[in-house]
């Protein structure tokens, strides 16, 4: 059974610093890996989609890298803004649906 | 890109009554649909998935009896909490997925049972 963790489970930095988020999965037989942003009592934003066969996509601030074989995604945010305050969720998919991570509750200071 | 809506956006039900929450997918056919449940400061849980015309497939652990789904046509799916209870009370968010499938988040439905 896949299991997903994240780390930090939290964590609170000045804006302008650069960040990284950590997913680790136990099943490598993946589809793809997803990064979500999700908005106290909001749904959920995608920031990224990676697919096994790739290692890496970038969107704007935000670089997400993925080894297969360890298992491992991380999500680096450069030049932190207060607005990127979120929980960020990474989902990894291995067949129809998505196996979620914890989350990692970001806070971004002014 | 592809939108899932789910109406309502938050609702409010006394213990014992039931709600339907519908999920719809907008400029796309879903041909598979899935209904995951988070509660507070917690990750997504999947309850079920379901396809167009068939029975749901439940996670173990969700009572098939008191969460119905219904996937009648390609474009929605309704989940019925029946008999409400406050532990019932959640965030439930659907998600739809099309026959690349790539599957698409609606924006959840606050539930809270008095």
Redesign the interface.
Known sequence: KQEVTQIPAALSVPEGENLVLNCSFTDSAIYNLQWFRQDPGKGLTSLLLIQSSQREQTSGRLNASLDKSSGRSTLYIAASQPGDSATYLCAVKGGQNFVFGPGTRLSVLP | GAVVS?HPSRVICKSGTSVKIECRSLDFQAT?M?W?RQFPK?????MA?SNEGSKATYEQGVEKDKFLINHASLTLSTLTVTSAHPEDSS?Y?C?A?DRL?E?Y????T?LTVT
């Open positions: 789910q598979t899935f995951y917690q990750s997504l849980m999947l998935t965030f968010i998600s997925s499938y599957q988040f609606g924006p959840g606050r």
